[in-house]
T-cell receptor, first 115, second 113 residues
Framework: DTEVTQTPKHLVMGMTNKKSLKCEQH?????MYWYKQKAKKPPELMFV???????INESVPSRFSPECPNSSLLNLHLHALQPEDSALYLC??????????????FGPGTRLTVT | GQQVMQIPQYQHVQEGEDFTTYCNSS?????IQWYKQRPGGHPVFLIQ?????EVKKQKRLTFQFGEAKKNSSLHITATQTTDVGTYFC?????????????FGKGTKLSVIP
C-alpha cells in the first residue's frame, strides 16, 4: 500500500470556524509533512514530523496547529484563518527525512477555501 | 536558504516534439528528485539521482545529474498528451534544513494534440 489519504477533499470555512484536516499513511513511514500549495506555485513546506515529534515549523502562523497522534496519522488544526490561507494543503510521508534521499509520497490534498 | 532554480516556467509543444526542463543550484546537491503534478492532482515522485553524472531512463523520460552535482535535467522524447502537467525538481535544503526538500518553481508542460 503506497497510498497517503487525506480528508476532507474540499473544505469551505469561515474566518471564525475551527476545522481539522486529516492525513493517514500505512507504509510504515517515520516522517510526515504538511505543505501548502497556492495556484501555479510549488509546494511550500509548513511542518515536518519525524518519529512523531515536530522537527520543523517553517515560521507558520499559530492559526495552523499540527498534531501527530501516532506514526500513521497527521492532523492540521485550523482556527481563525484568513482568506489568503485558501490553498491546496498537501500531506506527504517518507521513509525517513526526505533530504537524506528518500522520496516523498503525497496525498491528494485538501482544497481549502476561507470565506 | 537553499534555492533550486528551474527553467523554463512554461513550455508548449506539439505532440510528438521533445521537451526539456532544467534545474540549477548554486551549491552542490547530495541528491535531486523529480516530481510530476497533473492538473488538479498532487505531486508524484518520478526519480531520484544521487551520483555525479548519473543518467536514468524511464521509457521516454531521461533524467541527468550534472558532473558537479549542481544541475539536472529531465528530457521527454516524443511528447504525448499524457505528459501534460507540471514537473518539479527538488533538492535538499542547506544547513539545518538539509533533511527537507526544496522544490523548484516547476515547468508547466502543455501538449497540443
Amino acid at each position: 500500500d503506497t497510498e497517503v489519504t487525506q480528508t476532507p477533499k474540499h473544505l469551505v470555512m469561515g474566518m471564525t470556524n475551527k476545522k481539522s484536516l486529516k492525513c493517514e499513511q500505512h507504509m510504515g513511514h517515520r516522517a510526515m509533512y504538511w505543505y501548502k500549495q497556492k495556484a501555479k506555485k510549488p509546494p511550500e513546506l509548513m511542518f515536518v514530523y519525524s518519529y512523531e515529534k515536530l522537527s520543523i515549523n517553517e515560521s507558520v502562523p499559530s492559526r495552523f496547529s499540527p498534531e501527530c497522534p501516532n506514526s500513521s496519522l497527521l492532523n492540521l488544526h485550523l482556527h481563525a484563518l484568513q482568506p489568503e490561507d485558501s490553498a491546496l494543503y498537501l500531506c506527504a510521508s517518507s521513509q525517513d527525512l526526505a533530504g537524506l534521499a528518500y522520496e516523498q509520497y503525497f496525498g491528494p490534498g485538501t482544497r481549502l477555501t476561507v470565506t | 536558504g537553499q534555492q533550486v532554480m528551474q527553467i523554463p516556467q512554461y513550455q508548449h509543444v506539439q505532440e510528438g516534439e521533445d521537451f526539456t526542463t532544467y534545474c540549477n543550484s548554486s551549491t552542490t546537491l547530495s541528491n535531486i528528485q523529480w516530481y510530476k503534478q497533473r492538473p488538479g492532482g498532487h505531486p508524484v515522485f518520478l526519480i531520484q539521482l544521487v551520483k555525479s553524472g548519473e543518467v536514468k531512463k524511464q521509457k521516454r523520460l531521461t533524467f541527468q545529474f550534472g558532473e558537479a552535482k549542481k544541475n539536472s535535467s529531465l528530457h521527454i522524447t516524443a511528447t504525448q498528451t499524457t505528459d501534460v502537467g507540471t514537473y518539479f525538481c527538488a533538492g535538499p535544503g542547506a544547513g539545518a534544513g538539509s533533511y527537507q526538500l526544496t522544490f523548484g518553481k516547476g515547468t508547466k508542460l502543455s501538449v497540443i494534440p
